[in-house]
Nanobody, 124 residues
Framework: QVQLVESGGGLVQAGGSLRISCAAS????????MGWFRQAPGKEREFVAA????????RYADSVKGRFTCSRDNAKKTLNLQMNSLKPEDAAVYYC?????????????????WGQGTQVTVSS
């Protein structure tokens, strides 16, 4: 199994930046592709970004492309999401997830392990 713990969430003004992280433990981190999802109140959980096990390939939702950057450090077993130019609509609980599906899937059902989430609030 893989245990995932997100951190770094908080309150930021619109237009600002925030970096959230996900620490992994358990099975070797490098065998998993990783993803970020988010869920706002009353909405379904949606895909944000995914990264291959090497970090060499990434995929982003159109809504965050050009503003968010996903990266990973396999030696430190951490996953990061740098969020710039934040908008009020980016506010949500952000979750990291792990999958052995190397196609960088965008659906929640494709991910096997999930963290507990970290809250990101964006004030207008």
């Amino acid at each position: 199994q893989v245990q995932l713990v997100e951190s770094g969430g908080g309150l930021v003004q619109a237009g600002g930046s925030l970096r959230i992280s996900c620490a992994a433990s358990g099975r070797p981190f490098s065998v998993y592709a990783m993803g970020w999802f988010r869920q706002a109140p009353g909405k379904e959980r949606e895909f944000v970004a995914a990264i291959s096990w090497t970090g060499g390939s990434t995929r982003y939702a159109d809504s965050v492309k050009g503003r968010f950057t996903c990266s990973r450090d396999n030696a430190k077993k951490t996953l990061n999401l740098q969020m710039n130019s934040l908008k009020p609509e980016d506010a949500a609980v952000y979750y990291c997830a792990a999958t052995q599906d190397m196609s960088l899937p965008t659906t929640t059902g494709s991910y096997e392990y999930w963290g507990q989430g970290t809250q990101v609030t964006v004030s207008s």
